[in-house]
């Protein structure tokens, strides 16, 4: 078996080529001229470099393929048309070439986001039958993928998943999140402490993600794929648990927040380069629920996920540690308690 993963050198996708290497499965990763290749130097794979704005590149890189994962997103831009040129645009473009060159593909996932259909308007967790309302262009540009995948579904073996947040190892987006509670023992917080947000490991998502690649009954589908739901209350204390530490929530008022991320627009556009706070950024916390519902993968395909999110946040708080991304970290062995 042979299969093709973009964003291979991400949080995600060098997750996932480790998964799949673990499952017998030959790899090929598209790698970009600029991106670095730390986390899968070592590893037995084929490098390809190329990028998905360019034709030929893909079509060499599709051929002879079992499975494709489309990984790679563009997840912080200043503008919609950013986000759509490589969202959205290099998304069509791989379906093309897989079209054009695929003989025996088995199935191709892309890896889209929860933003794709934006916060609960209700209380409930969305699911797969929510009408979409991405509230930026970030989930707008995913949502436009997904249809640009979704209409070559008579032609190609497709699947859709949402994942929400993901964290674990690698993970860079809740680091700044560790090195508060760890400096000063606050945890920022915009608003409630009750705002409730799905959360999935990644080692849960990877291996949902090949689950879902080996399930016939998937192709056609698109599913939401989750690890729990927990208040932002819930997490705070489960960040301090996991550095070995008691932390506490610093409250942060909507106006303050809007300001900061004004501050990060104007910051990024006077360096060029992005910044973890921005008014797309701010616009997400905001929001009083980010939660979904992950049955239809469970009664599908019997999607499990294991990773509870105090193991998970010790597994990812002793990674950092042991990667100088924090100041060490104990490892109690309690991961699970």
Known sequence: M???????????????????????????????PTSDIVWIRHLPVDIQIGALEDSEVLARAVEDV????????LTRARTEQEYRRVNT?????????????????????YVSSLAAVGPNRRSRPVDESTTPHPIDGYGASKLAAEYAVLNEADRLPVTILRPPAIFGPRDRNFLPIFRSAQRFGRVPVVGSLEKQVSF????????????TAL????????????????????????????????????????????????????AWRLTGKPR??????????????????????????????????????????????????????????????
């Open 2 to 32: 042979k299969a093709l993963v973009t964003g291979a050198t991400g949080f995600v996708g060098s997750n996932l080529v480790e998964e799949l290497l673990e499952a017998g499965v030959d790899v090929v990763c598209l790698v970009r």
């Open 66 to 73: 079992d499975y494709i994962f489309h990984v790679a997103g």
């Open 89 to 109: 645009d290099g998304t069509r473009r791989l379906v093309d070439a897989a079209v054009g060159a695929c003989t025996r593909l088995r199935r191709f996932i």
């Open 200 to 211: 999935i490991h990644i080692a849960d998502l990877t291996a949902g993600i090949w689950l």
């Open 215 to 266: 399930e016939p009954v998937a192709i056609g589908k698109t599913y939401f794929m989750a690890g729990g739901t927990h208040t932002l209350g819930k997490v705070v204390e489960t960040v301090g648990k996991s550095i070995g530490r008691p932390v506490r929530p610093l409250r942060i008022a909507a106006p303050l927040a809007r300001f900061a991320g004004e501050l990060g627009e104007w």
């Open 276 to 337: 973890a706070l921005s008014r797309h950024k701010v616009r997400h916390l905001l929001q009083k629920r980010w939660t979904c519902s992950w049955a239809k993968a469970h009664e599908e395909m019997n999607f499990r996920p294991t990773v509870r999110l105090i193991s998970g946040m010790k597994q990812t708080a002793w990674w950092y540690g042991m990667h100088g991304w924090l100041r060490p970290v104990p490892d109690t062995g309690d991961w699970d308690e």
